[in-house]
């Protein structure tokens, strides 16, 4: 039977599907008995699809950016 | 100055590398906001911090060499990030060096997590804003998952904006990064965790 702490180190593969059958009827059937996990595993979930939806629409252009990107227009044009 | 701009200002790769080559600094400006950053990290988790933000630039010398003869098999931010990878794997064998990364981060905090017995020490609650949308709609949360990701060790920060950012597979995150399965796997996981544990903390403080 796994542990809760099993559980914690394992929910990225579940929620990848990177774990073996065995190993994934192990991972659910503790969820089926464990809240406390099934709430970690959903916090989780929640939390990956966030971090893929975090929004990269706008780009920072700062003096650092400016500075390297004259270089390189400076070498490109010497070419 | 700081200017914000919209980073689809180019179309795609190919108008943003066609005004690249007329020497439109606009296009230059744009490509090194979009890249440099991801380049930086990846330079970082191969061979950490103070050789990083040298080896991204040598990478853009090159780049900008053959950014001509670029011929679009792969994305433009995928052709970057490999070249980084190859001249921070050249400099680290150069440089005979062993770069110590991540070791011993949060392993405390996940430590903590858990009594001798292997249980949750408390118990883990269904968060209130229980979907991304609602937590992306909470600037503060919102603030807190930028600030977070900008704050984890190289390798992580490099593994998980290559698997949950970029959608690269876990092989080719292996091979950029020079890394095993099994330790990328771990990585990635440390770096997704972090971020779990930071929104629970709000979520459980509010």
Same mark, same amino acid.
């Given at each position: 039977?796994? +542990?809760?702490?099993?559980?914690?180190?394992?929910?990225?593969?579940?929620?990848? +599907?990177?774990?073996?059958?065995?190993?994934?009827?192990?991972?659910?059937?503790?969820?089926?008995?464990?809240?406390?996990?099934?709430?970690?595993?959903?916090?989780? %979930?929640?939390?990956?699809?966030?971090? %893929?939806?975090?929004?990269?629409?706008?780009?920072?252009?700062?003096?650092?950016?400016? @500075?390297? @990107?004259?270089?390189?227009?400076?070498?490109?044009?010497?070419? | 100055?700081?200017?914000?701009?919209?980073?689809?200002?180019?179309?795609?790769?190919?108008a943003l590398i066609d005004a690249m080559l007329e020497g439109d600094s606009t296009a230059?400006?744009?490509?090194?906001?979009?890249?440099?950053?991801?380049? !930086?990290?990846?330079?970082?988790?191969?061979?950490?911090?103070?050789?990083?933000?040298?080896?991204?630039?040598?990478?853009?010398?090159?780049? &900008?060499?053959? $950014?001509?003869?670029?011929?679009?098999?792969?994305?433009?931010?995928?052709?970057?990030?490999?070249?980084?990878?190859?001249?921070?794997?050249?400099?680290?064998?150069?440089?005979?060096?062993?770069?110590?990364?991540?070791? #011993?981060?949060?392993?405390?905090?996940?430590?903590?997590?858990?009594?001798?017995?292997?249980?949750?020490?408390?118990? !883990?609650?269904?968060?209130?804003?229980?979907?991304?949308?609602?937590?992306?709609? #909470?600037?503060?949360?919102?603030? &807190?998952?930028?600030?977070?990701f900008e704050q984890l060790p190289p390798q992580q920060?490099?593994?998980?904006?290559?698997?949950?950012?970029?959608?690269?597979?876990?092989?080719?995150?292996?091979?950029? $990064?020079? $890394?095993?399965?099994? #330790?990328?796997? !771990?990585?990635?996981?440390?770096?997704?965790?972090? &971020?779990?544990?930071?929104?629970?903390?709000?979520?459980? #403080?509010?």
């Amino acid at each position: 039977m796994l +542990k809760c702490r099993q559980i914690e180190q394992l929910a990225s593969d579940y929620l990848d +599907k990177d774990l073996s059958f065995r190993q994934r009827m192990a991972f659910k059937l503790h969820l089926f008995i464990c809240h406390n996990c099934r709430n970690y595993v959903r916090q989780l %979930k929640i939390t990956i699809t966030s971090i %893929k939806l975090m929004p990269a629409n706008q780009i920072i252009v700062d003096d650092k950016t400016k @500075a390297l @990107a004259k270089v390189l227009r400076e070498n490109a044009s010497k070419q | 100055m700081t200017d914000k701009r919209d980073s689809h200002f180019y179309e795609n790769d190919a108008a943003l590398i066609d005004a690249m080559l007329e020497g439109d600094s606009t296009a230059f400006e744009t490509a090194v906001a979009l890249y440099h950053p991801r380049m !930086v990290t990846i330079a970082k988790a191969i061979i950490g911090e103070a050789f990083a933000e040298e080896i991204a630039q040598d990478a853009w010398m090159s780049a &900008i060499r053959s $950014l001509s003869e670029f011929a679009g098999r792969s994305s433009l931010n995928t052709w970057l990030i490999q070249i980084t990878a190859n001249a921070a794997k050249t400099r680290l064998r150069r440089e005979k060096r062993q770069v110590s990364l991540d070791e #011993n981060w949060q392993e405390k905090e996940t430590a903590d997590r858990f009594d001798h017995t292997g249980h949750w020490q408390e118990p !883990v609650s269904q968060w209130e804003l229980e979907t991304p949308e609602a937590i992306l709609a #909470n600037d503060q949360l919102s603030d &807190i998952i930028s600030k977070t990701f900008e704050q984890l060790p190289p390798q992580q920060q490099a593994v998980l904006s290559l698997y949950d950012l970029e959608g690269e597979s876990m092989s080719e995150i292996c091979n950029i $990064l020079d $890394l095993s399965a099994s #330790n990328a796997r !771990v990585l990635l996981h440390r770096a997704r965790s972090a &971020i779990q544990q930071k929104i629970a903390q709000y979520q459980d #403080n509010d």
